[in-house]
């Protein structure tokens, strides 16, 4: 995924509001990339404008070569439900649905074959297969991440997404998720971005990349084996 000097500008209150300002960034395959800074520096927007589900103002967004704002609704569709998988804080788990059919949900809407084999298979790869009838209520919310996780994986996406995976979760829980994060990475070569406002969080990546006001203020290559 690469910007390329991209603004985004909101309005509020009939002003306009300047959310991104001339960010260029490159992410790689089978890197964690972490976003950091103040709430309203711009890291969700980057994450929407490179998950497709919102469009620069000025420049440009690629994914795997191809500018998002040069694609049609269909296009953008297929892209966001091949390309791209997306965590949230909150989980955004369908709590009238098993676990097994809320990983498998993203299969069905895109027609794909062997859904509930695809889904029991990831789901033994995030360790919860002996979850997968159980329903959302009856899980932790350590459990419940790691299901999103692997409702966002279970398509083979090239590029993750993660705001505040850790948010709603205790110390002990977000590490366990994290160093699941690393495994996507590490396992499946994926790139994952990931916002956060946890310290702790940024140990887990390759680069953190610190904004403000809309730019990028520094970025910070790191060693990083896989954790313990």
């Avoid at 980057?46 to 795997?64: H, Q, T």
């Avoid at 994290?178 to 702790?200: F, G, I, K, N, P």
Wanted: one cysteine or more; hydrophobic letters at 45%; charged letters at 20%.
């Amino acid at each position: 995924m690469e910007l390329r000097s991209v603004s985004k500008n909101y309005l509020e209150d009939a002003a306009p509001v300047r959310a991104l300002n001339q960010v260029s960034l490159e992410i790689y395959s089978g890197e964690l990339v972490a976003l950091v800074g103040r709430s309203g520096c711009g890291k969700s927007t980057l994450l929407n404008l490179a998950g497709a589900m919102d469009f620069p103002s000025s420049g440009e967004v690629l994914i795997e070569g191809v500018s998002t704002s040069s694609l049609d609704d269909a296009a953008l569709t297929r892209l966001r439900r091949e390309k791209v998988g997306f965590i949230f804080q909150s989980f955004q788990l369908l709590h009238t649905l098993s676990v097994a059919e809320n990983v498998e949900l993203p299969l069905l809407l895109a027609g794909a074959d062997k859904a509930r084999a695809k889904a029991l298979k990831i789901l033994q790869w995030v360790e919860l297969d002996a979850l997968a009838d159980r329903m959302p209520h009856q899980l932790s919310g350590g459990q419940m991440q790691r299901v999103a996780i692997a409702r966002a994986l279970v398509h083979e996406p090239h590029l993750l997404l993660a705001d505040e995976p850790t948010g709603n979760l205790d110390s002990t829980t977000g590490d366990i998720i994290l160093q699941l994060l690393r495994r996507v990475v590490v396992e499946r070569r994926t790139a994952v971005v990931m916002a956060t406002h946890s310290a702790e969080s940024t140990c887990f990546a390759d680069r953190v990349i610190h904004m403000r006001d809309g730019r990028i203020e520094s970025i910070a290559q790191q060693a990083v084996g896989q954790p313990a």
